[in-house]
């Protein structure tokens, strides 16, 4: 059974950065899609960034809230993905959440570039806050 893991998530100035860190166990992570989305709260969950599994072409794509700041990437021999977050703003805190599928289901262009929410595996997430 798949398990995702994230951290990282923390307290931060506006104009700071982090790293989140995703960590798959039970299986290896070559073969999946994997995406980053964040939640605050009152509003619906958001496609932020995902990355194509290592077998079709990787293909990394962002949504506009996060193209220029935010940037994805993944160690398959680590099994981690990461999410670094540049530039924070007071808009961006939210509990973000990485999700991962093989798109066997719905093909891998709906998982990534469409990042819709029905990713098989979803991690338990972590807060990211910005305050000065």
């Known amino acids: 059974q798949v398990q995702l893991v994230e951290s990282g998530g923390d307290l931060v100035q506006p104009g700071g950065s982090l790293r989140l860190s995703c960590a798959l166990s039970?299986?290896?992570?070559?073969?999946?899609?994997i995406a980053w989305f964040r939640q605050a709260p009152g509003k619906v969950r958001e496609g932020l960034s995902c990355?194509?599994?290592?077998?079709?072409?990787?293909?990394?794509y962002s949504a506009d809230s996060a193209k220029g700041r935010f940037t994805i990437s993944r160690d398959n021999a680590e099994k981690m993905v990461y999410l670094q977050l540049n530039h924070l703003k007071p808009e961006d805190p939210a509990i973000y959440y990485c999700?991962?599928?093989?798109?066997?289901?719905?093909?891998?262009?709906?998982?990534?570039?469409?990042?819709?929410?029905?990713?098989?595996?979803w991690g338990q997430g972590t807060q990211v806050t910005v305050s000065s």
């Open positions: 999700a991962a599928d093989d798109t066997g289901d719905y093909g891998t262009d709906w998982y990534c570039p469409g990042l819709h929410e029905g990713y098989d595996y």
């Open positions: 039970g299986d290896t992570l070559y073969y999946y899609t």
């Open positions: 990355i194509r599994s290592s077998d079709g072409d990787g293909g990394r």
